[in-house]
């Protein structure tokens, strides 16, 4: 589009002697090329009716053409613009070259989350896909892309774990821990996460003991201590945390380049809110250490408890300053569920007034829940949670039971593009039926689609033309979908919403299916130039999947 945006804005300028920032739409394929309301933008400004100006910017659009070959006006005052086969082939050529908008930049995306001792459930599935995306988008765009994550190591649910799991082996016994085989461990822990939170609020005894036994925790920090019999469990039963979170990060095809403990965190958010309540921004109460959120508009919060000790708030502020300390970034990205966007927007005012350019770079981006057909609400506490590989495990039963053979590559093909084909925002309904169908618009049909142009282009040896000079009838409409594909990753990439790319990918596949209908490519005159087509359609595809993080496979 910027070529045309470009054109526009020196016409207007010549015009009116006025610069405006000219926005271009993608209208049906029937009006243009490109739509643009400049005309009517311009109308109250210059004080005429908006056809008036639309008349003669067209007017002036039609003596000096450049690139377009129709300028036309519809409705109130919208200009449709046609571009020139030869401009179309132009554009075709380069493509798949994206804009480097962020050429030069570092970026760290943070996402997924999981606290150890507790099992990765749906939401960090969801979180991980679509953070994934948005990093793979960022970088696509020329950014130095880091990808983070932070979670609990400490805290209270810690505290809960470390009291069943005690129980378990019958107290302070580390080498009871490697009776239990490495396949389970994840689960085991999970299950004595449950145990400790219902005996946390059925049993006042046990509930002190685990109040007691998350102040060890925090100690054994402190001490640095690893090697009395308590921190043995410890360290042993968190490393498993990790070594499992590894594992399936790695099964899904993501990479944390670090992740954030909470009592890494934790020490450095304290100082940095004790040197602040020095400064004014926060304030004593009651004993605790909390920020005034009233004062702008939101609401207080706690930030260290009247026992001393770091809440949530205080380890996102730490969190904040360690991810600066190392990466000095030109955005961070957060991505997490809606359930706290009030509680951000009091780390992020509290932040700013001490690291206003640290506050000012952070980006939060939040979603619903993901509710399964049926919706049954999930909750670790209880222990009825949808655990992350059940998703996979679901879709891969869902692929058998339609008669279908489905690979790792193509389940979760399935899965990540049932979860970005949504704008990310609202609650995230996952049909597992829908996502595993080849006729609608699911991740298994582009897959499909991918492999069907792959085996067109198999059936012959010639050696698709490495150019073309001229479109006809048939081929125009799929030449000027592919052009699109650079504009819309600069969209999805600027406003960070990869369910752009998933409508963009399914629009494609639908234009492709009429032109292939209608136009014979094997054994025709024009078999060179078609074949081109359908290379770039097939690269297109394959490159527009890989930006979702799904495989693009050559035969299925």
Known sequence: MEPVQTHLQKVVKDLFAVEVAVDLTRPDAEFGDYATNVAMQLSKQLGKNPREVAQQIADALNTGKADLGEVSIAGPGFINLRLIDKAVIAHLKKATTLPQTLAGQTSVVEYSDPNPFKVLHVGHLYDSVVGESIARLQEAAGAKVHRVNFGGDVGLHVGKTMWAVLQYL??????????????ERAVWLSNRYVEGSNAYEDNQEAHDEIVSLNQRVYQLHADNDHGSPFAQIYWTTRQWSYEYFDAFYDRIGTKFEKYYPESITA???IAAVREQLKNGVFKESDGAVVFDGEAVGLHT?????????????????GLALCKWQDYQFDQTVIITGNDIVEYMKVILAALGQFQPKLAER????????????????????????????????????????SGREANESITQGAIKYAFLKARIGGDIHFNVEES??????????LQYAHARAQSILHKTKTIPAPTI?????????????????ADVVTKATKDLTPHVICTYLYELTQEFNRFYEKNRVIDDEREAERLYLVKKYATILKKGLQLLGIDAPGQM
Do not use: C, W
């Open 362 to 401: 952070t980006t939060h981006i939040t979603h619903g829940m993901v509710k399964m057909s049926g919706g049954v609400k999930m909750s670790s506490r209880k222990g009825n949670i949808l655990r992350a590989v059940d998703v996979l495990d679901m879709t891969t039963e869902a692929f058998k039971a």
């Open 267 to 269: 020490p450095v958010g």
């Open 469 to 485: 000079t001229e479109l006809v009838a048939g081929e125009r409409a799929l030449a000027v979908k592919l052009t699109e594909y």
């Open 301 to 317: 919060r706690v930030f260290i408890n009247s026992a001393g000790l770091p809440t949530y708030e205080a380890k996102d502020i």
């Open 170 to 183: 019958g107290g302070e016994n580390p080498e009871e821990l490697y009776a239990i085989p490495q396949d």
């Open 436 to 445: 595993v169908s080849m006729e609608g618009n699911s991740g298994p049909y």
